[in-house]
């Protein structure tokens, strides 16, 4: 089985501040793969990032940052410098297993950046 | 590219009528799978199917039927809804398993009433 969770169900920041969204997941396979997907009030899901489990570096894209941790099964996403755009529902998710079909998705984190 | 195009975006529909939600993409992925998005639940699989001609049941399969005739074209049917199907439905594609980045389509909201 596998499990993500994202403790956080919402998180508001004043604009420029810096904010953590934190993912926790559980799998028993050795190979997997996690992800970060964005949506905005628009509605649209937009893939941020992909990471699979033997790639344990640390990866920066501007003002976002992944931190990939196997020891606490973590892959915890940082945005630095906040902005009113990054308001968005934050959802991390699994894929596990040698040729699993299934997306395993956290129930999200809601950000809210205020002017 | 128009990438995964879901139709409609909103829809109401009466307790018991069956209807169809349209998913197509256009980037030869095999890979093609519904989910549904409720308040606090995250996504959650319906269907998914790896290839023209295969489907098989994801986490919340009941009361959905699919079919894959193309590699384009991956409807969701609605037997008989339910007010428990109001929902947001997500279809996405990917170019193979879902180990690989998945594009989604823009949504469509279907309310039971």
């Known amino acids: 089985a596998q499990k993500v969770t994202q403790a956080q169900t919402e998180i508001s920041v004043v604009e420029k501040e810096d904010v953590t969204l934190d993912c926790v997941y559980e799998?028993?396979?050795?190979?997997?793969?996690l992800f970060w997907y964005k949506q905005p009030p628009s509605g649209e899901l937009v893939f941020l990032i992909r990471?699979?489990?033997?790639?344990?570096q640390n990866e920066i894209s501007g003002r976002y940052s992944w931190n990939f941790q196997k020891s606490t099964s973590s892959f915890n996403f940082t945005i630095t410098a906040s902005q009113v755009v990054d308001s968005a529902v934050y959802f991390c998710?699994?894929?596990?297993?040698?040729?699993?079909?299934?997306?395993?998705f956290g129930k999200g984190t809601k950000l809210s950046v205020i002017p | 590219n128009a990438g995964v195009t879901q139709t409609p975006k909103f829809q109401v529909l009466k307790t018991g009528q069956s209807m169809t939600l349209q998913c197509a993409q256009d980037?030869?992925?095999?890979?093609m799978s519904w989910y549904r998005q409720d308040p606090g639940m995250g996504l959650r699989l319906i269907h998914y199917?790896?290839?023209?001609?295969?489907?098989d049941q994801g986490e919340v399969p009941n009361g959905y039927n699919v079919s894959r005739s193309t590699t384009e074209d991956f409807p969701l049917r609605l037997l008989s809804a339910a007010p428990s199907q109001t929902s947001v439905y997500f279809c996405a594609s990917s170019r193979t398993v879902m180990n690989t980045e998945a594009f989604f389509g823009q949504g469509t909201r279907l309310t039971v009433v």
């Open positions: 990471r699979n489990s033997f790639d344990e």
């Open positions: 199917s790896v290839g023209a001609g295969i489907t």
């Open positions: 799998t028993r396979d050795t190979t997997y793969y």
């Open positions: 998710a699994l894929n596990s297993g040698a040729g699993s079909y299934q997306l395993t």
């Open positions: 980037m030869n992925h095999e890979y």
